[in-house]
């Protein structure tokens, strides 16, 4: 049995990790941190967690966190991980950063360029592993520094893992057109998440220059063992939670067995997703005649895939959805925790209990 620390808990990662691990069968102890709400109690913040043991735990410092968890899981705003990260290090214990703190490895130019900050202590990011699990469920096992991936590049990657990886999709033109839920934009309040100003509106944003551009292109060159070109075009949706990406690619020549004809050639395109991840517990690649949609993962773990073609029969398109607070965040991060403790993958997340 663990114990775990959550630095940044009140905030919607923070409060869908409590969630997630308060019904986790190896986790007996949660420690629950945030400096803007030290004293409170959790349930005043979050009712759905009244009437439960935990709902009257009192919010502690970092540092009464820290000590005595096993496991800590910082969920704070990037640039403030290396310290709980090195803490952690030094006292033997498993730190996962949901932040982008963790998420380039080495690369401190590409991180200072899109985020305005240097490392501070580039030795931990060298000892960091990227905690997408299809993709380094291996490394990420004898991690004891995890970055945990971002909710679009994760609904992103896992859209082209497969055709990346077997070499079905051309390496340029990659077109990824993503919605998201609101919660991606954090707790704290802005005016572009003002209610009147995101309903019944699907808003693009920060066209060009988003910062999860980088980790989705490092990722998906690691798959494709050479650099990608893509696009990524972030939009905001009218709804709590999820993200839907919808995903074009040109098919690469003499890929999918050589068949010919939209239908052939979409079935084939399925077949080799499904035959990918067969065994991966958390995806799913839907039947013909399905569209991965945020409803059918909400409050889950999964990452639902489906696979088209355009009627010119050489564009793919792959729609895949996910519950941006779970499989982006919270969830993939107790997945992360359950690969590197040597868990059941699917402890704590197989089945998750009401949210917020």
Same mark, same amino acid.
């Given at each position: 049995?663990?114990?775990?620390?959550?630095?940044?808990?009140?905030?919607?990662?923070?409060?869908?990790?409590?969630?997630?691990?308060?019904?986790?069968?190896?986790?007996?102890? /949660?420690?629950?941190?945030?400096?803007?709400?030290?004293?409170?109690?959790?349930? #005043? &913040?979050?009712?759905? *967690? @009244?009437? $439960?043991?935990?709902?009257?735990?009192?919010?502690?410092?970092?540092?009464?966190?820290?000590?005595?968890?096993?496991?800590? +899981?910082?969920? &704070?705003? =990037?640039?403030?991980?290396?310290?709980?990260?090195?803490?952690?290090?030094?006292?033997?214990?498993?730190?996962?950063?949901?932040?982008?703190?963790?998420?380039?490895?080495?690369?401190?130019?590409?991180?200072?360029?899109?985020?305005?900050?240097?490392?501070? %202590?580039?030795?931990?990011?060298?000892?960091?592993?990227?905690?997408?699990?299809?993709?380094?469920?291996?490394?990420?096992?004898?991690?004891?520094?995890?970055?945990?991936?971002?909710?679009?590049?994760?609904?992103?990657? &896992?859209?082209?893992?497969?055709? /990346?990886?077997?070499?079905?999709?051309?390496?340029?033109?990659?077109?990824?057109?993503?919605?998201?839920?609101?919660?991606?934009?954090?707790?704290?309040?802005?005016?572009?998440? =003002?209610?009147?100003?995101?309903?019944?509106?699907?808003?693009?944003? #920060?066209?060009?220059?988003? $910062? =999860?551009?980088? !980790?989705?292109?490092?990722?998906?060159?690691?798959?494709?063992?050479?650099?990608?070109?893509?696009?990524?075009?972030?939009?905001?949706?009218?709804?709590?939670?999820?993200?839907?990406?919808?995903?074009?690619?040109?098919?690469?020549?003499?890929?999918?067995?050589?068949?010919?004809? %939209?239908?052939?050639?979409?079935?084939? /395109?399925?077949?080799?997703?499904? !035959? +990918?991840?067969?065994?991966?517990?958390?995806?799913?690649?839907?039947?013909?005649?399905?569209?991965?949609?945020?409803?059918?993962?909400?409050?889950?773990?999964?990452?639902?895939?489906? *696979?088209?073609?355009?009627?010119?029969?050489?564009?793919?398109?792959?729609?895949?959805?996910?519950?941006?607070?779970?499989?982006?965040?919270?969830?993939? @991060?107790?997945?992360?925790?359950?690969?590197?403790?040597?868990?059941?993958?699917?402890?704590?997340?197989?089945?998750?209990?009401?949210?917020?």
């Amino acid at each position: 049995m663990f114990t775990c620390g959550i630095i940044g808990a009140t905030g919607y990662a923070g409060a869908e990790l409590t969630r997630i691990l308060l019904s986790h069968p190896d986790v007996k102890e /949660l420690r629950l941190s945030s400096s803007s709400q030290a004293g409170e109690k959790m349930k #005043k &913040l979050y009712p759905n *967690l @009244a009437g $439960r043991a935990l709902g009257e735990t009192e919010l502690v410092d970092q540092e009464r966190a820290i000590e005595g968890s096993d496991v800590v +899981f910082a969920a &704070l705003p =990037h640039g403030l991980a290396e310290g709980i990260a090195a803490a952690c290090f030094e006292a033997g214990k498993l730190f996962i950063d949901i932040s982008a703190d963790f998420r380039f490895g080495t690369d401190e130019a590409t991180f200072a360029a899109w985020y305005g900050k240097r490392y501070a %202590r580039p030795e931990l990011h060298a000892l960091s592993v990227y905690g997408l699990p299809e993709l380094n469920r291996s490394a990420i096992a004898k991690a004891r520094i995890i970055g945990n991936p971002g909710c679009y590049p994760t609904c992103a990657e &896992l859209g082209l893992f497969p055709a /990346l990886r077997l070499g079905i999709a051309e390496r340029e033109g990659i077109v990824i057109d993503a919605k998201s839920g609101v919660t991606g934009a954090g707790r704290e309040p802005t005016k572009s998440t =003002h209610y009147p100003e995101i309903a019944d509106s699907i808003v693009p944003y #920060k066209i060009g220059q988003h $910062r =999860h551009t980088p !980790e989705i292109a490092a990722a998906l060159a690691v798959m494709a063992g050479a650099p990608v070109g893509m696009v990524f075009t972030p939009q905001l949706a009218p709804m709590g939670r999820g993200i839907v990406s919808t995903i074009y690619f040109k098919v690469a020549a003499g890929t999918l067995g050589g068949t010919s004809g %939209r239908e052939a050639r979409s079935a084939a /395109l399925r077949e080799a997703y499904a !035959e +990918f991840y067969k065994d991966e517990p958390f995806v799913r690649v839907l039947p013909e005649g399905s569209v991965a949609t945020n409803k059918d993962v909400r409050l889950s773990n999964y990452c639902d895939v489906s *696979l088209h073609m355009a009627h010119d029969g050489r564009t793919a398109v792959v729609v895949s959805a996910i519950d941006n607070m779970v499989k982006g965040a919270a969830g993939q @991060a107790v997945q992360n925790m359950n690969i590197a403790l040597g868990l059941d993958e699917r402890a704590g997340i197989s089945m998750l209990p009401p949210a917020f």
